[in-house]
C-alpha cells in the first residue's frame, strides 16, 4: 500500500501522453500522368479521299488509347498510393 | 518559448538525474535525525522530513515522465523510419508505372504505324470506290471538337 503513492506517480504521466503524429508527404506523380489529352485531329477540309479521312480517324483512336492509358494510370496511381500510405498507419 | 526551453533541457537530462533527485530526497528523509544534529542546521528540523518527501515524490514523478517522453520519442522513431520507407516504395511504385507506361505506349503507337502503312497501300481502292461528301468531313470534324475544351 505504502508504495501505491509512487507507482500512481509513475503512471500518472502516461495519461498526458500526447498522440504520435508523424506525417507521411503527398507523394509524386509522375510527370507524363499529368500532360493533358490532346484535341482529337479534324480531318482536312479540303480532301474528299476516304483513305484521308480513315487515316485521321485511326490516329483519334491511337490518341483515345493513350489517353486512356493515363486513366488507367492514375487508377493504378492512386491504388498503390494509397496502398503505401495505409502501410505508414498500421 | 519557455515551455520550449524547459522541455529542451528536460529531453536533454541523462537517464539517472530524476532517480538521483528521488534518491536524494529519500536521503534527506530518512537522514533528517542526523542533518539536525549539525547546530546550523538544528533550526530547520521541521523542514527536513516534508522536504525531502517532496523531492522524493517529485524526482519519482518527473522519472516517470521520462519514461513515458522516451517510450514516446521511440515510437515517434518508429513511425518516421515508416515513413522514409514508404517515400522510398512510392518513388519506386511511380518509376515501374512509368516505365510499364511507356511500353504500353509504344505498342499503341507502333500499332498506329502499322495501320497507317495499311491505308496507305489500300488508299487507292478506298479512293477509287468512294469519294467523301465535304459534308460528312464537316460532321465528323464537328464531332471531334469537345464543347467543353477552352477556345
Not at chain 1, 480513315?54 to 489517353?67: G, H
Not at chain 2, 508505372?97 to 481502292?125: F, G, M, S
Request: with cysteine.
Amino acid at each position: 500500500m505504502k508504495y501505491l503513492l509512487p507507482i500512481l506517480l509513475l503512471v500518472g504521466c502516461s495519461s498526458v501522453r500526447p498522440p504520435v503524429v508523424v506525417s507521411a508527404p503527398w507523394p509524386d506523380v509522375p510527370p507524363s500522368m499529368m500532360e493533358a489529352c490532346p484535341d482529337l485531329l479534324p480531318v482536312d477540309t479540303k480532301t474528299d479521299k476516304l483513305s484521308d479521312v480513315v487515316d485521321t480517324v485511326s490516329k483519334n483512336y491511337t490518341q483515345y488509347y493513350l489517353c486512356a492509358g493515363k486513366i488507367d494510370d492514375w487508377n493504378n496511381w492512386y491504388n498503390t498510393q494509397k496502398k503505401i500510405y495505409e502501410s505508414t498507419r498500421k | 518559448m519557455f515551455g520550449f526551453i524547459i522541455q529542451h533541457i528536460l529531453s536533454h537530462l541523462p537517464v539517472w538525474f530524476w532517480p538521483s533527485v528521488a534518491g536524494s530526497g529519500l536521503l534527506v528523509y530518512f537522514l533528517s535525525g542526523f542533518l539536525t544534529r549539525f547546530p546550523g542546521l538544528k533550526i530547520y528540523k521541521w523542514l527536513f522530513k516534508p522536504l525531502g518527501l517532496v523531492i522524493f515524490v517529485f524526482g519519482i514523478f518527473m522519472f516517470g515522465g521520462a519514461g513515458v517522453t522516451a517510450i514516446w520519442q521511440e515510437q515517434i522513431k518508429e513511425a518516421q523510419s515508416k515513413v522514409d520507407a514508404a517515400v522510398v516504395a512510392s518513388k519506386s511504385a511511380n518509376t515501374k508505372l512509368d516505365q510499364v507506361r511507356k511500353q504500353k505506349n509504344k505498342v499503341i503507337v507502333q500499332r498506329q504505324v502499322v495501320i497507317h502503312e495499311r491505308i496507305v497501300q489500300d488508299a487507292a481502292k478506298m479512293d477509287a470506290t468512294c469519294k467523301v461528301d465535304p459534308v460528312a468531313i464537316k460532321d465528323l470534324n464537328d464531332a471531334a471538337i469537345n464543347p467543353e475544351s477552352k477556345k
